[in-house]
């Protein structure tokens, strides 16, 4: 279930959002649409979801994504979804409030970019470590491309 709850709010669902946009005639296909979904669905929806489950569940987080086994660490996991729950009001509202939308891109892209290179050099990762550092790579690149957009596009 892991798997393809990222692969939807990492992937299909913006791209599906997007194209519904597309398709009704409301966005021209370029970096403002990209972001806006984007942010949305990767940013906002899927840290807001992440955060919740850390902070009801953080055994989850701790034992069956990073392999970390104990009660110790239950209390960082919790403070970890504190942290994407925070983020992900911010992405969720971007599609309300525009003016956010930069803003919780780089937030986004920083975060996500941290956290697939310190998944990233943990030598003996499992399946869905590999996913979460796969996907944060690709979520940190498509955001900061965003802000890298933005900032040259006022």
Request: hydrophobic share 60%; aromatic share 10%; proline share 5%.
């Amino acid at each position: 279930m892991y798997f393809v709850i990222v692969a939807g709010l990492m992937l299909v669902f913006p791209l599906l959002s997007i194209a519904i946009e597309l398709g009704a005639g409301h966005a021209s296909l370029g970096m403002p649409l990209i972001g806006k979904w984007y942010v949305f669905w990767a940013v906002g929806l899927r840290l807001l979801l992440a955060g919740v489950r850390q902070i009801l569940q953080p055994r989850y987080t701790a034992e069956t994504i990073l392999g970390i086994r104990g009660d110790d660490v239950l209390l960082l996991v919790r403070e970890l979804g504190f942290g994407n729950l925070a983020i992900g009001v911010v992405g969720t509202l971007s599609l309300l409030l525009p003016g956010w939308l930069t803003p919780a891109a780089l937030v986004g892209g920083i975060f996500y970019g941290l956290a697939g290179i310190n998944h990233a050099l943990q030598p003996h990762r499992n399946a869905k470590e590999n996913v979460a550092m796969v996907s944060d790579l690709f979520a940190a690149a498509v955001l900061l491309a965003f802000c890298g957009w933005a900032a040259l596009h006022p």
